[in-house]
């Protein structure tokens, strides 16, 4: 007989947390720490323009913590030489070896315009950038004359022993299902829910993918006040480049009518409806947020991870525990 609930995750299910873009430095270390004490499974560093770089808040914090898995979340591939990347996560990987995730993706469009980086065509790029990262990652030299890529007889003289996790941070639908046939996993940015998973893995089409999936948080004895944290979590959501994440739930007219109702994100996220908030985060009491998490996973996330929020990040940190299985 079955005994497992509703709220039950699975045994291989892993719930990590976000180290926050603008947590001040003074406090990432022990936010890193406290994150792996707690027992989270993995930590990802976040690489949003104009702010923190992710490979060396990454390398900081492996070396700070004895056993979380820290990933990069994510590298735009177009602002990187993908021999000079190699080489930071085969460093990486060989000073902490099982312990390294990185993402890879082509980036938001408008960071990356800004910079003068946007490729003409991002699917390209994916592709020559991930098959000679992981060439090189190897131990293979490589030479390559793409139209993005471009190397030499390049070899790393030491690689990794453990190869660390390359995953694809995308969501364009080409772009996911290039995920699925080049990287170990795919990374879904917030909100995944587990409608826009179902048609995510459509998208994939492979088996024993990794997914993982990033989700604004909140965990209060009081639901009210924990939706009331997770909604400017959500401002951005209404933006087009978005829509694929809302497409897939029934509401999703009722959504964008609202979002063009609104005259500024402010009121648009005080306009969303509770329900519609409960949707789009893992957000509640702790008995609902694991019920949405199990939900998460039973549709194919692999990894949860949590991104707190609140005024008080440390403290967010220790409610969000009562989610790890």
Not at 42 to 63: K, P, Y
Not at 241 to 254: G, K, S, T, V
Request: proline share 8%; hydrophobic share 45%.
């Amino acid at each position: 007989m079955d005994t497992t609930s509703p709220d039950d995750l699975p045994p291989d299910a892993r719930v990590g947390v976000l180290l926050p873009r603008d947590l001040p430095a003074r406090e990432v270390i022990p936010y890193a720490r406290r994150a792996d004490e707690l027992g989270f499974s993995e930590l990802w560093t976040v690489e949003d323009l104009g702010f923190r770089g992710g490979i060396a808040q990454a390398s900081a914090v492996l070396a700070a913590t004895a056993r979380i898995r820290v990933g990069i979340g994510i590298l735009p591939a177009a602002s990187r030489n993908v021999a000079f990347a190699a080489m930071e996560l085969a460093t990486l990987a060989e000073l902490f070896p099982g312990r390294v995730d990185a993402g890879v993706g082509h980036g938001m469009p408008a960071w990356m315009r800004s910079v003068g980086a946007w490729p003409a065509s991002p699917l390209g790029l994916l592709t020559e950038y991930a098959t000679a990262l992981r060439s090189l990652l190897r131990g293979e030299t490589v030479t390559s004359d793409g139209r993005y890529v471009r190397l030499d007889g390049v070899r790393l003289d030491a690689a990794p022993e453990v190869m660390p996790g390359i995953l694809f941070g995308v969501r364009a639908p080409k772009s996911v299902a290039l995920s699925g046939r080049l990287a170990d996993g795919t990374i879904l940015a917030e909100p995944v829910t587990p409608e826009y998973t179902a048609e995510v893995l459509a998208q994939i089409g492979a088996p024993s993918h990794r997914v993982v999936g990033y989700n604004i948080a909140s965990v209060d004895v009081d639901e009210s006040r924990a939706l009331e944290r997770a909604r400017p979590g959500l401002e951005w959501v209404g933006d087009p480049e978005w829509a694929p994440h809302i497409a897939p739930l029934p509401f999703a007219d009722a959504f964008a009518a609202l979002r063009q109702e609104c005259g500024s994100r402010s009121e648009f996220i005080r306009r969303l409806p509770d329900e519609w908030v409960r949707r789009l985060a893992v957000a509640g009491t702790p008995a609902s947020a694991r019920e949405r998490l199990a939900a998460l996973h039973r549709s194919g996330i692999t990894d949860s991870v949590l991104l707190p929020v609140g005024s008080d990040p440390m403290r967010e940190l220790g409610s969000l525990a009562a989610l790890i299985p």
